[in-house]
């Protein structure tokens, strides 16, 4: 079992920025795969960030350069990060966390296994 819980979603201007973060708790597991995805309603939800056991990140193409995954330490009890600079209408939506134990070639997938519940961001114009 490993329990994953958001916060830090809320609203913001176009241009500004928000952190999410995401308490972690992957009990006897150590964890292969982090990641960030965010959905809203009537399309599927999609990989924003991940990060893998040895610090190697993911970003979609939509938010590089614009936001920054990171995860304070490779714990059972840590907490991952998603730094939101320069936020456009474009990332609102329910974003979600999620890990995985086992080895994915592309931890940028939403095929991880457990989730959290979400947190909402919304971006005005």
């Known amino acids: 079992q490993v329990d994953l819980m958001e916060s830090g979603g809320g609203s913001a201007q176009t241009g500004g920025s928000l952190r999410l973060s995401c308490d972690v708790n992957?009990?006897?597991?150590?964890?292969?795969?982090v990641g960030w995805f965010r959905q809203v309603p009537g399309k599927e939800r999609e990989g924003v960030a991940a990060l893998d056991s040895s610090g190697n990140e993911r970003y979609a193409d939509s938010v590089k350069g614009r936001f920054t995954i990171s995860r304070d330490n490779a714990n059972a009890k840590s907490t991952l990060y998603l730094q939101m600079n320069s936020l456009k209408p474009e990332d609102t939506g329910e974003y979600y966390c999620?890990?995985?134990?086992?080895?994915?070639?592309?931890?940028?997938?939403?095929?991880?296994?457990?989730w959290g519940r979400g947190t909402e961001v919304t971006v005005s114009s």
């Open positions: 999620a890990a995985d134990p086992i080895f994915w070639a592309d931890c940028l997938t939403t095929r991880l296994h457990y």
């Open positions: 992957a009990y006897e597991y150590t964890l292969y795969c």
